[in-house]
């Protein structure tokens, strides 16, 4: 991507004789008289420039800088630091730390001191160590280096190739809202991307590609990371020592990706009370029912059995292809990820997807 230049000049306010600088306040003397406007000879304003960056008055001039259109980096930061520095609530080394700014982050600048800097990152604010940071000119210069590019999807399910073009075999699909990273520069009006590990490509029809940067996080941001990561590594070694002890809790071996991204073929057709039709038309228990059964995996038909097939788990611990069930139980969707379910709706809408938490869940069951 190309780099955006920044080019910065000094605003300087001349007032009754004064030049404002923040920081400081300089007096500089001009001839008055009743029939001329009092002037600053151009010697004098160097001057007195010169003198305010010998002063601690440089330190924070760059904040004040007046930026051009093209000066989307003005007061940014970037993080110089191996893995992470501690963002603290008080320039001191002994405070509280409040947050992280890890390597290959970005930060917005809100204030220089003496060998520290107050910043936010992402929802973290707070004091970090000056020599912790890329500043001034050199963050402008290295900004490209830190940028991430990713595209979100807006189709409601979108194939991801094997190539450039809809001729290639698809290797999975992602579905609307979702965004992924964007690992080099389209090609021919597709984008190459990860998803979960698999390299494809995505018609940029479909995508809206945007560049941002990675922030740090409060402690309680990182607190919930790690449980949730905590969570996913307990499930992993729960399936690992059912198939080690042979509990059938999966026989066809598929994955709750596979049944969503099976389910989301599906999108647009019609909803039928008492039907089990994918095509032509199915009620929210038949079609939960018909796309599980696609892959081996028996169900029950009505929602009231459904409600006790599997095992329960959290809406926070909701994985894809898990079941949430609403209302009184009377309703079921396959959870997508990303707080969406796809689901056999109503007559109106028929197959489509909506938020997960479009009203009051009632229960959540895994049966993979």
């Known amino acids: 991507m190309e780099k955006t ?24 003397h001009a001839e008055e008289s009743k029939d001329e406007q009092a002037f600053i000879q151009a010697a004098g304003i160097e001057s007195v420039l010169e003198e305010c960056y010998e002063t ?61 800097t107050r910043i936010r990152s992402g929802s973290a604010e707070g004091y970090v160590p000056s020599d912790a940071l890329i500043t001034g000119s050199e963050a402008e210069d290295c900004a ?37 990273a964007a690992t080099g520069k389209p090609v021919n009006g597709w984008y190459p991307v990860n998803v979960d590990g698999i390299e494809g490509w995505v018609s940029g029809k479909y995508v809206e590609p945007e560049t941002g940067f990675s922030y740090g996080e409060t402690k309680e941001e990182e607190e919930e990371r790690i449980r949730k990561e905590a969570q996913i590594r307990e499930e992993e070694e ?4 059912q198939e080690a002890e042979g509990v059938p809790v999966n026989s066809s071996g598929v994955s709750g990706q596979d049944i969503i991204e099976y389910a989301c073929q599906f999108i647009g057709n019609p909803y039928v009370w008492g039907g089990t039709s994918l095509t032509d038309g199915a009620d929210c228990s038949g079609f939960t029912q018909s796309v599980y059964a696609h892959f081996g995996v028996s169900l029950p038909r009505t929602t009231s059995q459904l409600v006790h097939a599997g095992y329960a788990v959290s809406y926070e611990e909701a994985q894809p ?19 969406k379910i796809v689901n056999a709706l109503n007559s109106e809408k028929g197959i489509c997807t909506c938020s997960a938490t479009y009203t009051n869940i009632y229960a959540v069951r895994r049966v993979l």
Not at 159 to 178: K, Y
């Open 5 to 28: 230049h920044i080019r910065k000049r000094v605003v300087v306010s001349v007032l009754t004789g004064m030049i404002l600088i923040p920081g400081r306040t300089l007096c500089v």
């Open 56 to 116: 601690e008055v440089k330190d924070n001039l760059d904040l004040y800088l007046v930026p051009t259109e093209e000066g989307e980096y003005l007061n940014m930061a970037f993080s110089d630091t191996e893995e992470y520095t501690c963002i603290r609530s008080a320039p001191d080394e002994n405070s509280e730390w409040v947050g992280k700014l890890y390597k290959d982050s970005a930060a917005q600048v809100l204030e220089y001191l003496d060998g520290w």
């Open 144 to 180: 490209g280096e830190y940028e991430n590019n990713t595209v979100t999807v807006t189709a409601g399910v979108l194939n991801v190739r094997d190539g450039q073009g809809t001729d290639h075999a698809i290797l999975t699909q992602i579905t609307e809202g979702e965004k992924y």
């Open 238 to 241: 729960r399936r690992r020592t």
């Open 321 to 339: 292809g898990d079941m949430i069930f609403y209302g009184d139980g009377g309703h079921v969707g396959l959870y997508m990820g990303n707080g």
